[in-house]
């Protein structure tokens, strides 16, 4: 099930209105938003995959970052998390599950939030995430789909991460290109976070799995704006372009191109292999942050400070149709 389908199946589903509900379903938001009192509201947000690392203990922290990140991109400030897990337990030593449960404690820890419970299942496959639960007060909540002409965007990751993880699977992953990876993906988007609380942040998104593309299209859709991205200034992990160039390319890239094809332009102007890292299924990537131009700079700068990951401006948000303008060299 391709992204576009998901929106499909969403849309026939029924959707009452609350009063308290300030963010759900109704536009992919990433996560849910339930008002509590005129100055608290909860965030909540679920995510669980399988492992996309050999390592367990890499595996449970990267699972838990992802899950950690839908609450930071709301602007929002995570307060506790649940375990999800399924796991082959007749046929597999306890000792994995315990490492993956490690990593997720560790990431939690980084986070500086307790878990307070969970739920495991009996599997064939191993899968594991978390539900989070945050706190925001109401007037503060950052949407995805606010942008306004003039912002410019920050990516606060490089992107290529399921290139690379295909190429691991393939054992054609250099060994320091799988640590770049893993080093990413394990990274919390709590900084950045932190950070977008000292500014005037219009919009906010973390990338995913629907690729860079169809987050951005997200951002697009409702917003009464155009995105214009710099292909040249995406910020990629280390051996992403030659893999993507090898072929090794998950099959979600092709169904997020799909879902992102009729609110494009230009993508014929760059090379495919980077076409194709534009579609590329992302775990645990970073945050996409619209905000004024004249701070995104500043903004840059004070992240850089106190996060080693390659971050950038990527594009700007202009007037015009919703549509997502690709410029290439």
């Known amino acids: 099930m391709g992204p576009g389908d998901l929106q499909a199946l969403l849309s026939r589903l029924p959707q009452?209105?609350?009063?308290?509900?300030?963010?759900g379903f109704g536009h992919a938001e990433d996560a849910g938003v339930y008002q509590i009192s005129e100055d608290l509201a909860l965030i909540q947000t679920v995510d669980?995959?399988?492992?996309?690392?050999?390592?367990?203990?890499?595996?449970?922290?990267?699972?838990?970052?992802?899950?950690?990140?839908?609450v930071y991109a709301m602007g929002?400030?995570?307060?506790?998390?649940?375990?999800?897990?399924?796991?082959?337990?007749?046929?597999?030593?306890?000792e994995v599950l315990e490492q993956i449960l490690r990593g997720g404690m560790a990431a939690l820890a980084e986070a500086g939030i307790p878990l307070i419970g969970g739920h495991s299942i009996d599997d064939e496959e191993i899968k594991?995430?978390?539900?989070?639960?945050?706190?925001?007060?109401?007037q503060k909540i950052i949407r995805n789909n606010t942008p306004r002409p003039g912002d410019r965007l920050v990516l606060t990751k490089p992107i290529g991460t399921g290139v690379v993880a295909t190429a691991l699977k393939a054992d054609m992953a250099e060994p320091e290109h799988v640590r770049a990876m893993i080093r990413s993906m394990c990274s919390l988007n709590?900084?950045?976070?932190?950070?977008?609380?000292?500014?005037?942040?219009?919009?906010?998104?973390?990338?995913?799995g629907f690729g860079l593309l169809g987050h951005i299209r997200e951002m697009v859709d409702g917003s009464g704006c155009a995105i214009r991205i710099y292909s040249q200034s995406i910020p990629l992990l280390e051996g992403a372009l030659?893999?993507?160039?090898?072929?090794l390319v998950p099959a979600g890239a092709y169904r997020n191109r799909e879902f992102i094809q009729s609110s494009l332009a230009g993508l014929e102007s760059i090379a495919q292999e980077l076409q194709d890292l534009l579609v590329d299924p992302q775990t645990s990537?970073?945050?996409?942050?619209?905000?004024?131009?004249?701070s995104a700079s500043q903004f840059l700068e004070t992240l850089s400070k106190s996060q080693s990951l390659p971050a950038a401006i990527i594009g700007e948000v202009i007037a015009g149709p919703e549509q997502i303008q690709i410029i290439g060299p």
């Open 16 to 23: 009452a209105e609350h009063p308290k509900v300030l963010a």
């Open 48 to 70: 669980f995959f399988t492992p996309i690392v050999d390592d367990p203990f890499d595996f449970g922290k990267i699972a838990a970052a992802n899950s950690l990140s839908d």
């Open 76 to 94: 929002g400030t995570p307060i506790s998390a649940l375990n999800i897990v399924a796991f082959p337990i007749r046929c597999m030593e306890i």
């Open 128 to 138: 594991y995430g978390m539900s989070v639960a945050g706190l925001i007060h109401p």
């Open 190 to 208: 709590k900084i950045p976070g932190r950070i977008m609380s000292d500014y005037e942040v219009h919009a906010c998104t973390d990338i995913t």
């Open 242 to 247: 030659d893999y993507a160039r090898l072929g």
């Open 285 to 294: 990537g970073g945050l996409l942050i619209c905000l004024p131009a004249d």
